[in-house]
């Protein structure tokens, strides 16, 4: 029975690591000014940026894995009031449906003429698969400016797709894995564009 038990245990994990298996590279860019002398410490405020529906359970999500890489980058997260810098997300997410590459049925005809005849062939070929998966496309953006003069000082883009089936196209996990590829040596290389795997 322990046996059993055992190998049920390894079962399972090894099918949520298949689950989770690395996808596609998340594209990072980020700006910031030359000197960066005011980032990575001091308090900071995680807000919505403006537009951005602060009360939902995607924002709040983002927002949390925004706050603890800030945190990890030197910062001290201030929840409410006037801390000297603010965090502003924002994010987007779409759904693609990738449409089907050529029609559900293909017909080929050949012949041929030779010394000992002809022929014509008819072929029909029949795609059972059914329609591409579809994939969520999340791209999200942090500005952190000083409250005191609204100057930006740091702003950064994180965008990746992945298919609709993946366990990374749910929000918590989305987050953390794009936070995380966000602040990756934090501040960055202002205008270079970086793939994170």
């Known amino acids: 029975m322990r046996y059993l038990s055992l190998a049920a245990v390894a079962l399972a994990l090894a099918a949520t690591s ?66 000297p810098q603010v965090a502003q997300v924002r994010i987007r997410r779409a759904s693609v449906e990738p449409g089907r590459r050529g029609g559900p049925v293909s017909v080929g005809i050949g012949g041929s003429t030779g010394s000992f005849g002809s022929g014509v062939g008819l072929g029909i070929g029949l795609d059972l698969s059914g329609p591409p998966a579809g994939e969520v496309d ?31 196209a749910n929000s918590q996990l989305g987050a953390a894995r794009m936070t995380e590829a966000l602040f990756k040596g934090f501040p960055g290389t202002s205008g270079e564009t970086i793939e994170v795997k």
Not at 51 to 78: C, I, K, P
């Open 18 to 83: 298949a689950c989770v298996a690395p996808v596609g590279p998340v594209q990072v860019t980020r700006f910031h000014l030359p000197d960066t002398a005011a980032l990575g410490h001091g308090a900071i405020t995680v807000e919505p940026a403006p537009g951005e529906d602060g009360a939902s359970l995607e924002f709040r999500t983002y927002a949390a894995a925004v706050a603890r890489q800030l945190v990890l980058a030197g910062y001290s997260e201030q929840v409410a009031g006037s801390a």
């Open 138 to 168: 999340t791209e999200l953006s942090v500005t952190i400016r000083e409250r005191a003069g609204d100057r930006v000082l740091w702003e950064g883009r994180a965008r990746f797709t992945v298919s609709a089936r993946s366990p990374l």
